[in-house]
């Protein structure tokens, strides 16, 4: 941008993250025609989450002809439900595609991001250098840092721990007694990996998941051939799986109690593979299905009821050397520890890595819960957006598409100071935060997440829901379409004149 003098290199956008989120906001300046941005990426290749988890059996729940760019579309998915791998490669490919290589930095963690009130930029200190950004797109993602609890004791245990998003390959299962921490999505995809390998595998359920069946299949070499012949058949395939998922939104959202219908089937699938009712017992779920997650798996049921998996219907509470006590006093001696715990969501670790307007960091500002502008902006933190940001997460359908919107957004966000001209800034009004906050609070009431009778990682500390988007995607869609600059202060740099008293805004708009 004219007119600027820094030390450090410059650029007009600096993206933080690989991984969908990051890849998609790079394809999308290119399309915007920005070409003078960077990605910063902490580790040593592009795929975020993809990258990451390489656990046995890390598949992705959503049908891959859906969890895929619209932009980038693949005819070549082998399966319904794609693995870790062929999901990471997809990734790889379109950085490939879309020429995105050159403004990777890999190795870069950005470390600390400060706004900087007089010049209007921000100063990002990264592992390899600081440079300065007229706007952060911050594409960190939700599960991104895993989370291992603080359990009494856990340094006193001689066997091997690790975390299921960072799988130790080196480490041979073979004939070990294992545990595995938690019932969540991750869990539960290990689970029947690890007991055909393990000598016994102990597994702590804090709390029952509801499972459905998996309608996984591989897609035929024709299948594949008509999308890569007729790519509106894939196109079609896609609109089709986008629908349907659409019209089920309304149950989790304004009425849970049709959800009802589907603890049945949930039910069923766990009757054919669990004959022993003590164990069923244990596994059934007392709370609406769809509050927490809903799980996919043909084969988690029935490793479950193998000789060499017991099941501890209780938290792990405390470690004393290699034996693990539950919290309702079984005691188990285990070799090695495998924490299915989930990630530091609702606390986003990056959130104490980013100095806004008034010194504070976003985590001080969102000490009482994380609040955004449409997902994406926050009071106090000019030019800076994240994307999936505080409720934008989906409980039934693909993150993809809440980045697309998010994207068009950002693709606004940037045509709009452009416009603007010369140095300039956009900063969320608290006001406009406010009342997209409350709207998306009120909406989310009656929803099967704040009412069905649980706990997740969609709730915070003070058990708000600060992660789920309480409406369709076409909602979502719609409100993120354009930049709506009354809901922005416009920030200038301060006149020489005035030069001590800081940047001055002008009134756009309401
Ligand atoms: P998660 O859903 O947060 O699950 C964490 C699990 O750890 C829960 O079962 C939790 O129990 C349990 N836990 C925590 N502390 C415990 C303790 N002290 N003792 C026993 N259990 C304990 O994490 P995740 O499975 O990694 O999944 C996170 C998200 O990643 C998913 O919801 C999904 O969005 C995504 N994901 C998707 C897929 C897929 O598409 N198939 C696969 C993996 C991950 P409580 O339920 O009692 O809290």
Redesign the pocket.
């Known amino acids: 941008m004219a007119g600027h003098h820094s030390e450090h290199e410059h650029v007009r956008v600096a993206v933080v993250g690989s991984g969908f989120g990051g890849l998609g906001a790079a394809v999308r300046l290119r399309r915007e025609g920005v070409t003078d941005f960077v990605i910063l990426e902490r580790s040593g290749s592009v795929g975020g ?1 993809w990258r990451d ?1 390489s656990y046995p059996g ?5 049908p891959s002809h859906l969890y895929s760019f619209s932009f980038a579309p693949n005819p070549e998915w082998p399966r319904t439900f794609s693995g870790q791998e062929h999901i990471r490669a997809y990734l790889e490919h379109v950085t490939d595609t879309f020429g995105l290589r050159p403004h990777i930095r890999l190795d870069s963690e950005a470390k600390h991001m400060r706004w900087d009130a007089e010049r209007l930029l921000w100063e990002i200190e990264t592992s390899s250098g600081t440079l300065t950004a007229d706007v952060v797109v911050s594409a960190t993602g939700p ?1 991104s840092d895993p ?1 291992i ?1 603080d ?1 009494a004791g856990i340094d006193t245990f001689e066997g091997k721990i690790f975390h ?2 960072q799988w130790d390959h080196d480490y041979d299962l073979r004939g070990k007694r294992v545990a595995m ?9 290990i689970v029947p990996e690890i007991q055909k390998e393990v000598g016994r595998l102990t597994l ?4 029952p ?1 509801w499972v459905l069946p998996r309608a996984d299949r591989a897609i035929s070499g024709a299948e594949r051939w008509l999308h890569r012949q007729l790519p509106f058949t894939a196109k079609a395939r896609r609109g089709l799986l986008w629908g349907i998922r659409e019209l089920q939104v309304q149950a989790f959202t304004k009425r849970p109690n049709e959800l009802g219908m589907i603890e049945s089937l949930a039910k069923r699938n766990m009757h054919r593979a669990i004959k022993d009712p003590v164990l069923r017992e244990k596994l059934t779920p007392t709370y609406r299905i769809g509050c ?2 809903i ?2 798996s043909n084969t988690y049921y029935p490793a479950l009821a193998r000789p060499n998996v017991d099941l501890v219907a209780s ?3 405390e470690i004393r050397g290699n034996t693990l006590v539950a919290a309702d006093g079984t005691e188990t001696e285990v070799d090695a520890i495998i ?5 530091h ?1 609702t606390d986003m670790p990056i959130a104490d890595r980013v100095t806004g307007a008034d010194g504070r960091t976003l985590a001080e500002s969102w000490q009482d819960g994380m609040k955004s502008l449409r997902g994406a902006t926050a009071a106090g933190f000019p030019n800076w957006m994240t994307i999936i940001g505080p409720n934008t997460g989906l409980g039934n359908s693909s993150m993809i598409l809440m980045i697309e919107s998010q994207l068009n957004y950002m693709a606004d966000y940037v045509r709009q100071l452009d416009t603007l001209g010369g140095r300039v800034a956009l900063a969320a009004r608290p006001s406009a935060v406010n009342a997209w906050n409350r709207r998306v609070q009120d909406r989310m009431k009656r929803t099967v997440w704040n009412t069905g009778g ?4 969609y709730l915070d500390q003070n058990g708000v829901n600060t992660t789920v988007w309480p409406g369709t995607t076409t909602e979502f869609r719609s409100a993120t379409r354009r930049v709506d600059l009354a809901e922005y202060e416009v920030v200038r740099p301060p006149k020489p004149v005035q030069a001590a008293s800081g940047a001055r805004t002008e009134k756009v708009g309401a």
């Open positions: 989450t988890n890390c598949a992705c729940d959503v599960l989370k609890p359990i299921s998003a921490i938690g019932t969540g999505a991750s869990a539960i995809q702590f359920q804090r709390t998941p927490k997650r799980l996919l938290g792990l509470s924490f299915g715990t989930g990630f969501v649980c706990t997740s990682w």
